[in-house]
């Protein structure tokens, strides 16, 4: 489990394994606490570590991962969120965050909006009724509140912490983003949907 709250930055460097593994470069104060079997939530996506050399750390990618996140299609050198799950004394500053990709979503527009940025990201059909407006999404792992929602888009602020800590500041129209919808808003849509008659 995370929080959303991103604590530090990587580097990815290649695939291996016909894209079954992914190999990235961490921070080396974070390759100091990693180890065999312990969780990583890369880019919003909880990954295991399966080796480690130094400050390079591979993950194994399932078939699963490659579908629903953008781990498949990484560039050399692209940056990735990095957080550590949370242990039973850490403090919830954002939101209950899984690291279970829901899909992704496209960004459609950045706009200046003081003192940091609006981002609009188109919203697959089937996670719409997930969202509403004022409750909490993860965009490539980072806790955001959903400032608007509409049939095919919602929209976020990034303030200048956000951009300047985490990867979102580099985004551009085009770019695509791992979503994962609040955990809380679909037990509860489960819920509701399965008793409703």
Do not use: W
């Amino acid at each position: 489990m995370f929080t959303g709250l991103i604590s530090h930055r990587g580097l990815f460097r290649e695939y291996r394994q016909n894209r079954s593994e992914l190999v990235i470069e961490v921070p080396e104060e974070l390759s100091r606490r990693l180890e065999k079997g312990q969780s990583l939530a890369v880019d919003g996506v909880c990954l295991t570590v399966t080796a480690g050399h130094s400050r390079l750390f591979t993950f194994n990618l399932s078939r699963e991962t490659l579908e629903k996140s953008t781990l498949g299609q990484l560039r050399p050198g692209q940056e990735l969120n990095l957080e550590l799950p949370v242990t039973a004394g850490s403090l919830l500053g954002g939101h209950l965050v899984t690291g279970h990709v829901d899909g992704t979503g496209q960004v459609l527009e950045v706009k200046p909006r003081r003192p940091g940025r609006r981002l609009k990201i188109r919203l697959e059909r089937e996670l719409r009724k997930f969202v509403v407006e004022k409750g909490s999404m993860a965009v490539n792992g980072v806790s955001l509140t959903v400032a608007a929602v509409a049939a095919g888009y919602f929209e976020v602020e990034l303030i200048p912490a956000t951009l300047e800590e985490t990867n979102l500041g580099r985004l551009r129209p085009g770019d695509r983003v791992n979503l994962e919808c609040d955990i809380i808003g679909k037990y509860v849509y489960n819920f509701i949907s399965r008793n409703r008659y």
